[in-house]
T-cell receptor, first 114, second 115 residues
Framework: AQSVAQPEDQVKVAEGNPLTVKCTYS??????LFWYVQYPNRGLQFLLK??????LVKGSYGFEAEFNKSQTSFHLKKPSALVSDSALYFC????????????FGRGTQLTVWP | EAQVTQNPRYLITVTGKKLTVTCSQN?????MSWYRQDPGLGLRQIYY???????DKGDVPEGYKVSRKEKRNFPLILESPSPNQTSLYFC??????????????FGEGSRLTVL
């Protein structure tokens, strides 16, 4: 069975500091991994994805994520956080053969203070 | 402008009164899906559709129906809503990609309250 775990409900960092939002997954076969962001009262927006190739993927708004197969992780990172990065972040995973199914984590609320 | 449009955005209804949440996309995407978002549970997939006339269950299909008669529309039907269906609902379509690797494009959400 496919699943995603986001072990932290909340992450708080100061503006200018690096941030990490953690994600681990369980899936049969090589995973397709995604990060989405949700701002208040809005739908989810795509940030980045890992399908194959380079383990470090870069996405929107300066975010990046590193795929680690041995640790089954796909942590979201940003070198220097902005107050405007404060939002709810979701990790999602899909098994290659399950074309229709995408599993989301519970979400991590990121707060960046000035 | 590329968009996924959901209606209504907000609805308060009573137990047992049938309702439909409409979803329409203008990007000619084949794949569409419905999710519900509940605090502490993240997003859970209700139904999805790989193409016209092709639908399948997600993780939490009980109490819901869908149809896909045309590519752009994917309505979610609650035949007899119950309070446990109070939730925030999202419709999404998928950007085309090899073997379905495209990302989802979400609507703005429909907040449903069932009394």
């Amino acid at each position: 069975a496919q699943s995603v775990a986001q072990p932290e409900d909340q992450v708080k960092v100061a503006e200018g500091n690096p941030l990490t939002v953690k994600c681990t997954y369980s899936v049969s076969g090589n995973p397709y991994l995604f990060w989405y962001v949700q701002y208040p009262n809005r739908g989810l927006q795509f940030l980045l994805k890992y399908i194959t190739g380079d383990n470090l993927v870069k996405g929107s708004y300066g975010f990046e994520a590193e795929f680690n197969k041995s640790q089954t992780s796909f942590h979201l990172k940003k070198p220097s956080a902005l107050v405007s990065d404060s939002a709810l972040y979701f990790c999602a995973v899909r098994a290659p053969r399950a074309l229709g199914r995408l599993y989301f984590g519970r979400g991590t609320q990121l707060t960046v203070w000035p | 402008e590329a968009q996924v449009t959901q209606n209504p955005r907000y609805l308060i209804t009573v137990t047992g009164k049938k309702l439909t949440v409409t979803c329409s996309q203008n990007m000619n995407h084949e794949y569409m899906s419905w999710y519900r978002q509940d605090p502490g549970l993240g997003l859970r997939q209700i139904y999805y559709s790989m193409n016209v006339e092709v639908t399948d269950k997600g993780d939490v299909p009980e109490g819901y129906k869908v149809s896909r008669k045309e590519k752009r529309n994917f309505p979610l039907i609650l035949e007899s809503p119950s309070p446990n269906q109070t939730s925030l609902y999202f419709c999404a379509s998928r950007i085309p990609g090899l073997a379905g690797t495209g990302e989802l494009f979400f609507g703005e959400g429909s907040r449903l309250t069932v009394l």
